[in-house]
């Protein structure tokens, strides 16, 4: 036999090993002292290189376009968090949450992915996503991210899918293994540190009869701090139509800035127990409950410019153009007044609104899933079966107090390097005295439960001597239901009036008023400022509801926000996967079709206008109960084939089609907006969109893999994808009673195309080069480069030419790798140039196209450097984001920037031990 056939067929089993399945066992092995001869077939991952090594096999071995992730050892992901660790995928971008995480991955610039824990669908509340971020790092053994797609995956990931994997007792030696670890790290804009620590006990054994068990429980919890402080510019208006003295000039509508501080808690546990006989049956019983909770807060300092009473020290930058302008300053797309105007570098604005807001938060996810099902194999069939529930609960309270006072004035640089700043003279909003409510008082409740019952089983026919090498085979049926509740936005208005009572006249506690916990670089040098205490508007909400002369408890759920959905989904799949040789090659690969079928319910709240009368021609829209109820049937057909060149350079070709169905918020008819208490801002809202449609795919992909030694290859890959109906966020100018909002809704963007080319390699030099210098034993790299271009293809669609939202053309990451003398180390550079954030409805010059808020390139650079004390005992010291990245965003043009955010520097230490 080749050796490259031989090389196929032990990674396979490996990679068999790898997710619980068990070698085959013919019926002659149950022979006693056969048995007493056997060890069993156990791939225990310990070592960088090794992690390496077995997710490259994976790679190799796979009948997908697949990129694997494989833990170092018990506990020890590549990486502190999941996201984090998928960031060096080729393919895969990262965006920051606000909470200094690494969150929401993307594959190829796409985040419609669908997400598998150990094969299984998992989501986070009413969403069709996963919050990464949930499920910590230590429980895992390895993640995969396919890029293309098969018969046998569980459609609904339009980019792609990724399978998160956890330990199972059966993949550990007999005996009882222990794993132990601790963290301890602290942010750059934090003064307390953060912790995670976590567990894992798994216990393997047999019995003279052959019978194998197996039990594993595996407990983590952590505590982090964070502190991300943001400064920003409100959308750009025209001068000539705000106050005195701002003719000619483009100005922010206002200016400020929000620190994001606070803390959140995940505590979580899994628990798998397996039983494997010598007939080749094997129970389990998998399950796995995870948690997130957090109150924090959104301290924002904040001045309405554009109600000044003069603006001075203006000065024009050279960036001018003709813009079309309505009477408020903003763009006006028909029958607008032409302006020449300059983007302004600075201004002075004079007798100025100030403003201080708190917006306390409490949220929080807590979601568990349960499994059970057999599989049985023989020498020419597999079969399993699969039935699992879950449920996933999330829970947002935020109320929100505003407090203002006039500021004589307040100095305003549109452009400090990427970033406005703000200086209010003498610090007025650091003094306690004369602060009066503004606006009203804002609470905003959600309240969310999805639940998925499924059940699925698949199987596998081996044939003999023959084309097709098995025939596989599998049905699966999903329920899955979401109830959302959620109030109006909004609340009383402020006692007496906007502005008028003052904060310290309504018998508030002394210390209601404290110093901002945290500052902003940009807004008056850093200092702080005085802002509502967090505690007391979440644990004393009545209190302020009385000062506001509104009633106790919480406000009710708003029928224009509420839907109940209920969704099932059935499909099944034929999947045929073939080998031949075709002169001296190797080939093989699948030819496959998924068919499904879903239907849906979903019940909303719209606004619904009445039939015209003759007494009432023009009759206004009224809330209205809507009941919108689909179904379809989908064919997702797919072909590969992989072709083996040399023993060790293999092309690999695929095609398919995949599919995604909307958000269940999407497609809430409902609306909501909050009328607007300060007529110098443009008010918000956003609504759902009833009518989308699916998003589906046509992906093609093209690999060429060199594994020219152990743990090493290099690899290419171009792929092209379309998209049809792409799903995509648009804001656009509504009027509701006689005001114009700005109204936020999903709408089918129609078609685009996705094309590109990944380079990736990984290698430790001691396996290419003989003769190195013996301070090189150890050393190795890994880098990989992500092309993708993407264009909005639809004939007279407004963004026909665009690139699709959140698509980085150019991602790579480079690394620098080393494991010798007890020591093993990482240091790698990630980059993503800049990508549209959100289309904008904002001024823009005359003639020219869709307007975005864009993100300019980032890049982190993450190390970690561990040793070995023994080989029980490890310490570790690790750093994230070292080269201080902030994410820039900027109106359209970076001549306007839109806001800096502040992302934290990290330094930890870790122990892990294993027994």
């Known amino acids: 036999?080749?050796?490259?056939?031989?090389?196929?067929?032990?990674?396979?089993?490996?990679?068999?090993?790898?997710?619980?399945?068990?070698?085959?066992?013919?019926?002659?092995?149950?022979?006693?002292?056969?048995?007493?001869?056997?060890?069993?077939?156990?791939?225990?991952?310990?070592?960088?290189?090794?992690?390496?090594?077995?997710?490259?096999?994976?790679?190799?071995?796979?009948?997908?376009?697949?990129?694997?992730?494989?833990?170092?050892?018990?506990?020890?992901?590549?990486?502190?968090?999941?996201?984090?660790?998928?960031?060096?995928?080729?393919?895969?971008?990262?965006?920051?949450?606000?909470?200094?995480?690494?969150?929401?991955?993307?594959?190829?610039?796409?985040?419609?992915?669908?997400?598998?824990?150990?094969?299984?669908?998992?989501?986070?509340?009413?969403?069709?996503?996963?919050?990464?971020?949930?499920?910590?790092?230590?429980?895992?053994?390895?993640?995969?991210?396919?890029?293309?797609?098969?018969?046998?995956?569980?459609?609904?990931?339009?980019?792609?899918?990724?399978?998160?994997?956890?330990?199972?007792?059966?993949?550990?030696?007999?005996?009882?293994?222990?794993?132990?670890?601790?963290?301890?790290?602290?942010?750059?804009?934090?003064?307390?540190?953060?912790?995670?620590?976590?567990?894992?006990?798994?216990?393997?054994?047999?019995?003279?009869?052959?019978?194998?068990?197996?039990?594993?429980?595996?407990?983590?919890?952590?505590?982090?701090?964070?502190?991300?402080?943001?400064?920003?510019?409100?959308?750009?208006?025209?001068?000539?139509?705000?106050?005195?003295?701002?003719?000619?000039?483009?100005?922010?509508?206002?200016?400020?800035?929000?620190?994001?501080?606070?803390?959140?808690?995940?505590?979580?546990?899994?628990?798998?127990?397996?039983?494997?006989?010598?007939?080749?049956?094997?129970?389990?019983?998998?399950?796995?409950?995870?948690?997130?909770?957090?109150?924090?807060?959104?301290?924002?300092?904040?001045?309405?410019?554009?109600?000044?009473?003069?603006?001075?020290?203006k000065k024009a930058s050279t960036n001018c153009a003709q813009y079309s302008i309505d009477g408020a300053g903003f763009y006006a797309a028909e029958n607008g007044q032409l302006q020449d105007l300059c983007i302004a570098e600075s201004a002075t604005f004079n007798n100025v609104p100030g403003l201080s807001s708190t917006q306390a938060k409490d949220s929080g996810t807590d979601q568990y899933l349960i499994a059970t099902g057999a599989r049985y194999k023989q020498d020419d069939y597999e079969l399993d079966f699969d039935v699992s529930y879950q449920r996933s609960h999330t829970h947002n309270r935020t109320i929100i107090v505003d407090i203002g006072k006039q500021i004589d004035k307040v100095d305003v640089v549109v452009d400090a390097g990427g970033y406005g700043t703000t200086t209010m003279p003498g610090d007025p909003l650091s003094v306690a005295d004369d602060f009066r409510f503004a606006n009203g008082l804002f609470q905003d409740l959600n309240d969310a439960v999805g639940t998925m019952f499924a059940a699925e089983s698949n199987g596998k026919y081996f044939l003999q001597d023959s084309f097709l090498k098995e025939l596989q085979f599998g049905v699966r049926y999903a329920d899955r239901e979401s109830v959302f509740r959620a109030n109006a936005p909004g609340g009383p208005a402020a006692p007496g009036g906007n502005r008028v009572t003052l904060v310290d006249s309504v018998g508030l506690p002394d210390d209601f008023l404290i110093p901002s916990p945290t500052s902003i670089p940009y807004i008056n040098g850093g200092q702080k400022w005085m802002t509502p205490d967090r505690d007391f508007l979440l644990d004393h909400t009545d209190v302020l509801r009385d000062i506001y002369g509104a009633e106790p408890g919480d406000p009710a759920w708003a029928p224009e926000r509420n839907y109940d959905a209920t969704e099932q989904t059935l499909s099944a799949y034929l999947q045929g996967k073939y080998a031949t040789e075709i002169g001296n090659f190797y080939v093989d690969g699948l030819i496959g079709l998924r068919a499904t079928r879903t239907s849906r319910d979903l019940t909303g709240t719209g606004l619904v206008r009445p039939a015209p009368t003759d007494a009432n021609p023009n009759p206004a829209a009224e809330p209205t109960t809507v009941t919108n109820s689909t179904s379809e049937t989908t064919l997702l057909p797919n072909v590969s084939a992989r072709v083996e060149l040399t023993d060790d350079l293999q092309l690999r070709v695929t095609a398919a089609k995949t599919i995604s169905q909307p958000a269940f918020g999407d497609l809430n008819p409902g609306l909501t907006y909050e009328v607007p208490l300060n007529a110098n801002i443009r008010p918000n809202g956003g609504g759902g969109n009833p009518e989308l449609k699916p998003q589906k795919s046509t992906a093609y992909d093209a690999t060429l893999e060199y594994y020219f030694a152990p743990t090493s290859y290099v690899a290419a890959a171009v792929y092209y994808r379309t998209l049809n109906d792409r799903v995509m966020a648009q804001t656009t100018t509504e009027t509701i009673d006689g005001i114009e909002y700005n109204i936020s809704r999903p709408r089918n963007a129609a078609d685009a195309t996705l094309q590109g080319l990944e380079l990736s390699t990984q290698m430790f030099l001691d396996s290419v080069f003989k003769d190195l210098p013996s301070a090189l034993d150890g050393v190795g790299f890994m880098a990989n480069f992500t092309l993708a271009d993407s264009e909005i293809t639809t004939d007279g669609d407004p963004l026909e030419g665009e690139p699709l939202q959140g698509v980085s053309k150019y991602s790579y990451n480079l690394g620098l790798l080393y494991e010798n003398h007890g020591f093993t180390g990482r240091m790698v550079y990630t980059f993503r140039s800049k990508y549209s954030e959100a289309l904008l409805n904002t001024i823009r010059p005359v003639g020219a196209g869709p307007q975005f808020n864009m993100v300019k390139d980032t890049g982190r650079l993450d190390f970690s450097l561990a040793y070995d004390l023994s080989e029980s005992l490890t310490v570790s010291v690790d750093g994230t984001n070292l080269t201080g990245n902030k994410y820039y965003s900027y109106f359209e043009t970076e001549a306007f920037p839109h806001d800096v955010r502040d992302d934290e520097k990290t330094i930890g230490m870790s122990i892990r031990a294993k027994f």
């Open 1 to 313: 036999m080749k050796a490259s056939k031989m090389h196929f067929k032990f990674s396979a089993i490996a990679l068999a090993t790898l997710t619980a399945f068990s070698a085959q066992q013919s019926q002659a092995a149950q022979n006693e002292q056969d048995d007493a001869d056997k060890e069993p077939e156990v791939i225990m991952v310990t070592g960088l290189r090794n992690s390496l090594g077995m997710a490259a096999d994976l790679k190799r071995s796979s009948d997908l376009v697949v990129e694997s992730i494989v833990s170092d050892d018990i506990g020890k992901f590549p990486d502190s968090t999941t996201a984090a660790a998928l960031q060096r995928v080729p393919g895969i971008q990262v965006v920051m949450g606000d909470n200094n995480e690494v969150v929401s991955p993307l594959i190829r610039g796409i985040g419609d992915i669908l997400t598998t824990l150990d094969g299984r669908e998992i989501f986070t509340g009413v969403g069709r996503g996963f919050a990464f971020q949930d499920l910590p790092a230590e429980a895992l053994s390895g993640a995969d991210v396919y890029k293309s797609n098969t018969a046998d995956l569980t459609q609904g990931g339009v980019a792609g899918v990724i399978n998160l994997k956890l330990h199972k007792p059966l993949n550990f030696k007999e005996g009882v293994t222990t794993a132990l670890n601790a963290r301890i790290f602290k942010g750059s804009n934090e003064d307390s540190p953060s912790y995670a620590t976590g567990a894992l006990v798994s216990n393997r054994w047999s019995t003279s009869s052959g019978d194998e068990f197996g039990a594993l429980l595996n407990v983590s919890y952590s505590d982090i701090n964070f502190d991300r402080p943001v400064s920003f510019n409100c959308d750009p208006r025209s001068g000539s139509n705000g106050p005195a003295g701002g003719d000619g000039v483009i100005l922010p509508t206002c200016v400020g800035g929000v620190s994001q501080y606070g803390d959140y808690q995940r505590p979580q546990f899994n628990t798998a127990l397996q039983w494997r006989m010598p007939s080749g049956l094997e129970l389990y019983l998998d399950g796995i409950y995870t948690e997130y909770k957090s109150r924090w807060e959104s301290d924002f300092v904040f001045s309405d410019i554009f109600a000044a009473q003069s603006i001075t020290n």
